[in-house]
């Protein structure tokens, strides 16, 4: 099985890539809303969280965990590569094939505060972004918005036209999703920046790193595709609503107490 975890719903943008790529697969999905959103958690916590997630994913027979959270990865990925005997994939923002790409010689990385602060950007651009300016902007309500299930309110609309409407005066050709929750809010993205700028998601690069993992590590649980939804919020229900929006099927989802 491939378990994957983020402090909510976002991390379902790679989910969808995964189970497109290895859809032979059983998948567990945990999503963590009783903490969500991790942004304006200290490290130490978010650590504590990621570790308690693991060792409950590893027991219930996982042979891949996907931190589908850049501020889990950025936090939590060295502490869970020490304490699981399992191959870990962490996500993080696309600045180097941006950066490669970019023809205006700048661009910009969206993605919460926690990421765009930490070491692991820092060095992210230190190693690939070169002679390319980057702009770093949080989107400020994001996450909030996508797991209200509020993909096209107005709310949303004017929460996005904020950070990305400055942008357009920038001159960058290209911007790096460094939080998983912002997918789904690329359609409105695009609808402000037209084709001028291109979005780079990393969830399909992340699907085929899980699939070379899988196929290195020779691991044989194909062929029981059953998909389980965990969230450690007491309403289960709120979650299995938000699932045909966001993945296009329903499923039920099962409550977790995880303290
Ligand atoms: N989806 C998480 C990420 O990629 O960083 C959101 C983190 C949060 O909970 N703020």
Redesign the pocket.
Known sequence: MIAMF???L??LSIWRAVQTALPAWPITYLADQAY?????RSKTEIIERSLKIGHYLHSQGASLLVV???????AAVAALRQQLPIPIVG?EPAIKPAAAASRTGRIAVL??A??LASERVQALLDQHAGEVEVLRRPGLGW?EQVEAGELDSTLTRRRVAEVVRPLLQENIDHIAL?????PFLSPLIRELTGDSIALYDPAEAIARRVDSLLQLHGSDSVGDHCYRFITTADDPQAMAAMLPLLIGHGYAVESLNLE
């Not at 589908?68 to 950025?74: K, P």
């Not at 460094?178 to 912002?182: D, R």
């Open positions: 983020d402090s909510g976002g991390g969500c959103p991790y942004g304006g589908a959270c850049n501020t889990a990865t950025t996500v993605a919460t926690a990421t996450v460094g939080c998983t929750h912002y």
